[in-house]
């Protein structure tokens, strides 16, 4: 077996802002530009270009979608993902993705998600040049229109544009530099590159350029949505890196519930009348949420606490039929559908013999259609479960490329 090594290129993926002039009522990233939002449209060329660590910051409270782009768009490379939630300014959701970052890595770049359509040549030509010496690396592309310098209404003279760039991202910078420019920081900075300029001009420091690309706007207003989802329309950009998806996988689940919970009993999808309520933060279906676990485990998208958590209110007091569609709507995100599951109770109480059939009919129909086993053992009374303290479920489940 191969091993791969580990990266010395890092990328953070700022998409931790609100998006107000973009109005969509969302966080910028996780809006849809065609059936990607446009976190995935980012990453898709962060893993087109060499291979690197992506650390991805996620507007508080969205982690569990930034995340479920990120696998999706990693496919094969899922192991070198992680999320990160934001801070209150850009400056310091970048710090918080540089506290993330691997002791190997050697080059960081910074990116923001909203360039959602940068080409992987972007992110090769900034890293080359960080490695052949530059402390910190800016994409630029020539400012086209004629500028003028105004006085309110009133123009007062114009400006050589020859001397003009608009900057873009990735900005690259050798990892020692950026950490040090971010631990000597003592204001707010527009960008990465003005950060660490100020901190290596005392010594003499440049930051380099090198060429950006047209394709590298910033979506911010809406008609920078229009033009993005036209551009895709025209010319789809699909995930060039992530492996196509050819054979099974399975995943393994388990969940545990306690008695003690308000209203009356949820497991297995249905209502339990006179039996006593399990505790949890939705309805305490430990046969649901198991399965929810196998088939993000199979797909390789996390576990139920990362998108169905106490972060998520929306959960709270939900049933089956809620956890299993989005499931099934996840897994269709990254490419996979459900092959089939089976799930294992283990319970003192209910009995399940008198409503196997139904069970599995009500978790079938919250899954699209797809064959659902239950099986149930009382523990012979032994453990918590024997002693009717509560609920354990264990499930398999069989994904299958879509």
Do not use: C
Request: aromatic content about 4%.
């Amino acid at each position: 077996m191969t091993v791969e090594p580990v990266p010395t290129v890092a990328v953070v993926v700022v998409a931790a802002g609100s998006g107000t002039r973009l109005g969509a009522g969302a966080p910028k990233a996780l809006v849809g530009l065609d059936r990607h939002t446009i976190l995935r449209h980012a990453l898709d060329g962060v893993f087109a270009a060499p291979s690197a660590q992506v650390i991805v910051v996620a507007p508080e409270g969205h982690e569990g979608a930034a995340l479920t782009d990120a696998l999706a768009a990693a496919g094969a490379h899922h192991d070198l993902v992680s999320v990160v939630p934001g801070g209150p300014t850009r400056q310091a959701s970048v710090a918080a993705g540089l506290a993330a970052v691997w002791g190997d890595v050697e080059v960081v770049l910074v990116h923001d998600a909203a360039r959602a359509l940068t080409p992987p040549a972007v992110f090769e030509r900034v890293i080359r040049a960080v490695r052949a010496g530059a402390p910190g690396v800016l994409p630029v592309v020539p400012v086209v229109d004629t500028i003028k310098r105004v006085d309110g209404a009133v123009v007062t003279g114009a400006v050589d544009r020859a001397e003009l760039s608009a900057a873009q991202t990735p900005q690259g910078f050798d990892r020692a530099v950026l950490d040090a420019a971010y631990g000597a920081a003592e204001r707010e900075y527009t960008d990465d590159a003005a950060l660490v300029g100020d901190h290596i001009a005392a010594r003499g420091g440049r930051i380099t350029t090198v060429a950006g690309d047209p394709l590298s706007f910033k979506v911010t207003t809406p008609d920078d949505l229009v033009r993005a989802r036209s551009l895709l329309a025209q010319h789809p950009h699909p995930s060039p890196t992530s492996a196509p998806v050819t054979a099974p996988r399975v995943g393994i689940g388990t969940d545990v519930h306690g008695f003690g919970g308000e209203g009356a009993l949820w497991l297995a999808g249905l209502e339990w009348p006179g039996e006593p309520a399990l505790s949890g933060h939705s309805d305490g279906d430990a046969v649901a949420h198991a399965i929810v676990d196998a088939l993000l485990a199979a797909a390789g998208l996390g576990d139920i606490g990362t998108h169905f958590g106490t972060d998520h209110p929306e959960y709270a007091g939900a049933h089956a039929e809620a956890f299993l569609a989005r499931t099934v709507d996840l897994l269709r995100t990254a490419g996979w559908r459900v092959g089939n599951v089976s799930v294992q109770v283990q319970a003192n109480r209910p009995r399940f013999a008198a409503r196997r059939a139904e069970a599995e009919a009500a978790l079938s129909a919250a899954l699209g259609g797809a064959s659902v086993a239950v099986s149930a053992t009382t523990t012979d009374g032994l453990g918590f479960t024997g002693r009717a303290e509560g609920v354990a479920a264990f499930a398999v489940a069989l994904v299958l490329p879509a």
